[in-house]
T-cell receptor, first 119, second 115 residues
Framework: DTGVSQNPRHKITKRGQNVTFRCDPISEHNRLYWYRQTLGQGPEFLTYFQNEAQLEKSRLLSDRFSAERPKGSFSTLEIQRTEQGDSAMYLC?????????????????FGPGTRLTVL | GESVGLHLPTLSVQEGDNSIINCAYSNSASDYFIWYKQESGKGPQFIID?????DKRQGQRVTVLLNKTVKHLSLQIAATQPGDSAVYFC??????????????FGQGTILTVHP
């Protein structure tokens, strides 16, 4: 399978615990994005990377959230001191380029997501 | 900032009918729009996109119409099939510099196709 992969697919944790999710993008894609999706809503942007550089970070991303992409390949999203309000689907996406590429598109390819439940 | 909205949260159609899903956006400077389909338990899947210099774009069984005057776009699905049942989102990138990588999604329309 050459699509975006995310691990784990499901995570149940107790309030106050730390959790870490991993995303492996499509291999030739240099941009990687994190979104959060709650039930009945569209995905909400959290942050994105171009190679290893974090280019944008949403105000939704509190100081308990941190994302890394140390070698410009896979990325991790860590949530410290989880709260019940963090329960959501965390989606990762990748794209080969941003605006200005040959297609000039911003087509982002999404992974299946990691569903987090905080008890 | 950008915001997008959808007129109807749910749409129910019979197999073979045409489906129309609508989306409104707020930023008149938006120049690119994307439709995504999300099936249960999966991440969103790209369907079709359109740039603001176009009014219409066709794909396989899908057509996107863009009306910049009223800041509205629609997704038309011809001969809807049960496999089209999913949640459909419109999305717009942020404006300016690195914000272009940031997609803002609408709430979504749940399309249910009855055999």
């Amino acid at each position: 399978d050459t699509g975006v992969s995310q691990n784990p697919r499901h995570k149940i944790t107790k309030r106050g615990q730390n959790v870490t999710f991993r995303c492996d993008p499509i291999s030739e894609h240099n941009r990687l994005y994190w979104y959060r999706q709650t039930l009945g809503q569209g995905p909400e942007f959290l942050t994105y990377f171009q190679n290893e550089a974090q280019l944008e970070k949403s105000r939704l991303l509190s100081d308990r959230f941190s994302a890394e992409r140390p070698k410009g390949s896979f990325s991790t999203l860590e949530i410290q001191r989880t709260e019940q309000g963090d329960s959501a689907m965390y989606l990762c996406a990748s794209s080969p380029r941003g605006a200005g590429g040959p297609r000039g598109s911003n087509e982002q390819f999404f992974g299946p997501g990691t569903r987090l439940t905080v008890l | 900032g950008e915001s997008v909205g959808l007129h109807l949260p749910t749409l129910s159609v019979q197999e073979g009918d045409n489906s129309i899903i609508n989306c409104a956006y707020s930023n008149s400077a938006s120049d690119y729009f994307i439709w995504y389909k999300q099936e249960s338990g999966k991440g969103p899947q790209f369907i079709i996109d359109i740039r603001s210099n176009m009014d219409k774009r066709q794909g396989q069984r899908v057509t996107v119409l863009l009306n910049k005057t009223v800041k509205h776009l629609s997704l038309q699905i011809a001969a809807t099939q049960p496999g089209d049942s999913a949640v459909y989102f419109c999305a717009v990138p942020g404006s300016g510099g690195t914000s272009y990588g940031k997609l803002t999604f609408g709430q979504g329309t749940i399309l249910t196709v009855h055999p």
